[in-house]
C-alpha cells in the first residue's frame, strides 16, 4: 500500500520559515524522483520543487532562493525547507512521487 503522509503545514506570518515533511511507504524511494506541488485555490496544481533519485534539485523560478528541498533515502522522507514565506505561496502543498502517487496535502496559510 502506497502512502505519502505530509506533515508541517500551518498558518505563519509572511517572511517567517516553515517545513514540510513528506514520509513515504510502499514506493522505490531511493530510485523515486520526489516532489512538492502545491494548488492555490482558483488555480492549477503546479510544481514547487523536485528532486531526483541521486539528490540533484529543481525548483520553480517563484521560490527559487528561498525554498529548499532535500531526502533521506533511509529514513523515506522528503522535507522541503519554506524560508520568506509570501502570501503568494499560500496554497496545499502535495507531495508526490513524480508522475505517479500523491500525497493527501497540507494547507499552509501566509498571513500579510
Known amino acids: 500500500q502506497v502512502q505519502l503522509v505530509e506533515s508541517g503545514g500551518g498558518l505563519v506570518q509572511a517572511g517567517r520559515s516553515l517545513v514540510l515533511s513528506c514520509a513515504a511507504s510502499g514506493i522505490a524511494f531511493s530510485i523515486s524522483a520526489m516532489g512538492w506541488y502545491r494548488q492555490a485555490p482558483g488555480k492549477q496544481r503546479e510544481l514547487v520543487a523536485a528532486?531526483?533519485?541521486?539528490?540533484?534539485?529543481n525548483y520553480a523560478d517563484s521560490v527559487k532562493g528561498r525554498f529548499t528541498i532535500s531526502r533521506d533515502n533511509a529514513k523515506k522522507t522528503v522535507v522541503l525547507q519554506m524560508n520568506r514565506l509570501k502570501s503568494e505561496d499560500t496554497a496545499v502543498y502535495y507531495c508526490?512521487?513524480?508522475?505517479?502517487?500523491w500525497g493527501q496535502g497540507t494547507q499552509v496559510t501566509v498571513s500579510s
Open positions: 508526490a512521487q513524480v508522475g505517479r502517487y
Open positions: 528532486i531526483t533519485s541521486g539528490g540533484s534539485p
